[in-house]
């Protein structure tokens, strides 16, 4: 399994609206809405701007997205990682956030919220990537939890 990442192009907005309907079409069942789920492409060309995205692509195929904004200072929100269902659990996400990491070289902190009752979420970002659990808060109507990755 060859992994590479590329900087998503506007021209690869049906692409990424493909990607997060994959990735996140569980979660809009699950909670009834989901700020992923149901793009339009004007409202994927906006979050491309505010989140710049790298299209995770395992032996040349397009399998997920990973995009932070900047918030200045090497403070980073990440706004996405996903990785199609079919791909999960084979390590892409992990070494995503490596490559996330690594591309943004100045980081000092790095934040994301993700759903509080995701238990495999919270065991990825803390276990594999050591972000430590911040303070609960809700988006819509789901509990989320706010995660926070420091450098010492």
């Known amino acids: 399994m060859e992994l ?6 506007i021209e690869d907005t049906d692409l990424l609206i493909n990607l997060y309907n994959k990735s996140f079409y569980q979660d ?9 789920y149901g793009k339009t492409n004007e409202q994927m060309q906006k979050s491309m701007k ?24 090497g403070e980073y929100y990440v706004g996405c990682v996903c990785v199609i269902p079919e791909y999960q659990n084979r390590g892409i996400g992990t ?15 790095v934040s994301l919220i993700t759903p509080k009752d ?6 990825f970002y803390t276990q ?24 010492e």
Not at 118 to 123: A, M, P, R, S, V
């Open 128 to 151: 594999k990537c050591g972000f430590k659990i911040g303070r609960t808060e809700l988006d819509g109507n789901v509990k989320v939890v706010r995660l926070i990755l420091e450098r």
């Open 4 to 9: 590479s990442f590329r900087w998503a192009r």
């Open 50 to 73: 505010r989140f710049p995205k790298n299209i995770i692509l395992c032996d040349n195929t397009p399998v997920g997205v990973i995009s932070a904004e900047s918030k200045g200072n």
């Open 95 to 109: 070494q995503a956030m490596h490559h996330l990491l690594e591309n943004y070289a100045d980081w000092k902190k």
């Open 28 to 36: 809009f069942l699950r909670y009834g809405e989901c700020p992923a």
């Open 118 to 123: 995701k238990d495999g979420n919270i065991y």
